[in-house]
């Protein structure tokens, strides 16, 4: 695999349940990031890590739980969820380079769905 | 705060044709870059171009390119020779320099090509 790839692709999931969400970085970088796209509404950034370590929690309810266990991977934990977290959720990763043109790569998404 | 703003929620162009999306920021720093990512439908976000905000030229990637208007805080994507694979949503982002890795999104532009 290249790029940056997330599983599983497709959830759904009571409000009860208990998930995670993966993501994996082939790039080689060292910042992670989750954003969260919901309908009509622009990409909102949730967490950042650089280097493992939680740089940003752009004010994310705690039903949501991030892990980033290397600067390969990253994980996104959910548990009682409501149905307005349905949404599409984006891994990115980025070499984080202050003071360059860092880019930040995206992986292809999970569609979540909370009934 | 910083904020992006894609005044253009659709769009349709010609296959072959041209069609320029626009976009507008606010932001009282001087130092930043912006970007423009397609999102198919198959929703991974692809990055297209991006500008350095001290850099006074234009950037380019083949049919793709911008008219960076500092002074107005404008950046318009400009695709020449619409292809049907440009068919997507398209993001502007924007992203400050030295002040970590966050990106703040637009709200999007459907771009629609009509064979």
């Known amino acids: 695999e290249t790029g940056v790839t997330q599983t599983p692709r497709h959830l759904v999931m009571g409000m009860t349940n208990k998930k995670s969400l993966k993501c994996e970085q082939h790039?080689?970088?060292?910042?992670m990031y989750w954003y969260k796209q919901s309908a009509k509404k622009p990409l909102e950034l949730m967490f950042v890590?650089?280097?493992?370590?939680?740089?940003e929690n752009n004010s994310v309810p705690s039903r949501f739980s991030p892990e980033c266990p290397n600067s390969s991977h990253l994980f996104l934990h959910l548990h009682t969820l409501q149905p307005e977290d349905s949404a599409l959720y984006l891994c990115?990763?980025?070499?984080?380079?202050?003071?360059?043109?860092?880019?930040?790569?995206f992986g292809p998404g999970t569609r979540l769905t909370v009934l | 705060a910083q904020t992006v703003t894609q005044s253009q929620p659709e769009m349709s162009v010609q296959e072959a044709e041209t069609v320029t999306l626009s976009c507008t920021y606010d932001?009282?720093?001087?130092?930043?870059?912006l970007f423009w990512y397609k999102q198919p439908p198959s929703r991974q976000m692809i990055l297209v171009i991006r500008q350095e905000a001290y850099k006074q030229q234009n950037a380019t990637e083949n049919r793709f390119s911008v008219n960076f208007q500092k002074a107005a805080k404008s950046f318009s994507l400009k695709i020449s020779d619409s292809q049907l694979g440009d068919a997507a949503m398209y993001f502007c982002a924007y992203r400050v320099n030295n002040a970590g890795n966050m990106l703040t999104f637009g709200g999007g532009t459907r771009l629609m090509v009509k064979p």
């Open positions: 990115a990763s980025s070499q984080f380079l202050t003071g360059s043109t860092d880019t930040q790569y």
């Open positions: 790039l080689g970088h060292n910042a």
């Open positions: 932001t009282s720093e001087s130092d930043y870059y």
């Open positions: 890590y650089n280097f493992k370590e939680q740089t």
